[in-house]
Nanobody, 121 residues
Framework: VQLQASGGGLVQAGDSLRLSCAASGGTFSSYAISWFRQAPGKEREFVSSISWKGDHSYYADSVKGRFTISRDNAKNTVTLQMNSLKPEDTAVYYC???????????????WGQGTLVTVSS
């Protein structure tokens, strides 16, 4: 499956942003989808994951209560709604697909190209 992330941009602290991950070339509903992010000078980290049917999701503690992940299998898309953004959310955000419902990078074989989110203070 091929993934393309979009929706990044420059926002102020407290603003909201919606990221999208569009999939093609595979059976989308057979993949769990996760978002990861990599801030400048830091390791890539897990953000959120959603199960194949969208009935289960989980979040990193740093974004819990502020970010919401959802999916539309009819449209082959996953959305990450990001509210109350903070400067520390600044990063390149990647979506990734796996047959496992996981937060481990090593479980993900398909990655989108990343979209940059910059949150100014």
């Amino acid at each position: 499956v091929q993934l393309q992330a979009s929706g990044g941009g420059l926002v102020q602290a407290g603003d909201s942003l919606r990221l999208s991950c569009a999939a093609s070339g595979g059976t989308f509903s057979s993949y769990a989808i996760s978002w990861f992010r990599q801030a400048p000078g830091k390791e890539r980290e897990f953000v959120s994951s959603i199960s194949w049917k969208g009935d289960h999701s989980y979040y990193a503690d740093s974004v819990k209560g502020r970010f919401t992940i959802s999916r539309d299998n009819a449209k082959n898309t996953v959305t990450l709604q990001m509210n109350s953004l903070k400067p520390e959310d600044t990063a390149v955000y990647y979506c990734a697909a796996s047959s496992k419902f996981s937060s481990w990078e090593s479980d993900f074989g398909s990655w989108g190209q990343g979209t940059l989110v910059t949150v100014s203070s």
